[in-house]
Every structure is written in structure tokens, then in C-alpha cells.
């Protein structure tokens, strides 16, 4: 089944609130291996000038993927999560993600186009807190592979 070229330009409706929590923040540093303070102390946070410990900059694929999940699901978009690789991913940021945010985000089917017998989708997703703040545009390729 080719991926649904008419879902182009569709946005779906808010997904989340995603709670950020400084425990999360921290476990995500380490992983990434981020030695900033920044990242895991509140208090050298603080005497950055944020309001509490902030999100290494990749930490919003997380909340982003999972914006992403309410398309690859979408039966209708004809999508084979089985056969699919990621491309590309992009992050514009608009103030850092911080411990106490409440997310939400907001994805776009931005492109699908066929290359070498394969789909490549484009989505955006518009990551806000939830009084609408924005925090960042995580853009995402993602390549299904075509038949054998």
C-alpha cells in the first residue's frame, strides 16, 4: 500500500499535555552524554538565568515522536511502520524546553513524495506549552521503504 499523498497539508489536532519533569531532563542528558550542568542541576539552572533545569536541545524528539505516531498510526495513511527508517531530523528552537513545562504538539504532514520506489514523508510539529507558548519546530523525514 503507497503512503496516502492526500494527507499532504492535513494537521492534527493537539496531542499531550507532555509533562517535563527534571528527572526525565537528567535521564535524557545522561543518555545523550550531556555533561552540562545545566541539564541536571536546578540550581545551576537557575544561575544561568533559567527557571529550572532545561532540555539538551535533541531532548524534543521525544515528545515529537510521539506527536508523530498519531500519523504513522492513522490507518488511512497507509503507512508500514515495519518499513520504515528515518531520514532526517531538524529542531528550530524558540526558548528551551524546561523542568515544569506542560507540552503539546501540534503535526503537520508537510510532504510525501516517491524516490527509488520508496516514500519520503515530511512532518512538522509545532511543540507549545500549554498556554501556547512555542518552544520548538521539530521537522522529521521519514522513508518507507518500498517492495522487495
Given amino acids: ?10 494537521s492534527y489536532p493537539p496531542s499531550g499535555p507532555y509533562a517535563v519533569t527534571a528527572e526525565g531532563l537528567a535521564a535524557f542528558a545522561a543518555a545523550v552524554g550531556s555533561t552540562d550542568p545545566v541539564h541536571t542541576s536546578s540550581e545551576a539552572a ?8 532545561i532540555a539538551p536541545p535533541t531532548f524534543a524528539v521525544t515528545i515529537a515522536q510521539q506527536c ?3 500519523f504513522v498510526q492513522d490507518p488511512e495513511a497507509g503507512i508500514d511502520y515495519s518499513r520504515v527508517v ?5 529542531f528550530v528552537h524558540h526558548r528551551p524546553i524546561t523542568a515544569g513545562d506542560e507540552v503539546l504538539g501540534t503535526l503537520t504532514v ?5 524516490a527509488g520506489g520508496h516514500s519520503m514523508v515530511t512532518t512538522r510539529t509545532e511543540l507549545t ?4 507558548e512555542a518552544l520548538c519546530t521539530s521537522t522529521s ?3 518507507i521503504r518500498g517492495g522487495e
Avoid at 500500500?1 to 492535513?10: E, L, Q, T
Avoid at 508537510?110 to 516517491?114: K, L
Fill in 141 to 143: 523525514t521519514i522513508v
Fill in 129 to 132: 506549552t500549554a498556554d501556547g
Fill in 68 to 70: 508523530d505516531a498519531v
Fill in 1 to 10: 500500500m503507497a503512503v496516502n499523498a492526500d494527507f499532504v497539508g492535513r
Fill in 110 to 114: 508537510d510532504s510525501v513524495r516517491a
Fill in 46 to 53: 537557575r544561575a544561568a538565568g533559567y527557571a529550572d533545569v
Fill in 86 to 90: 528515518h531520514g532526517e531530523q531538524r
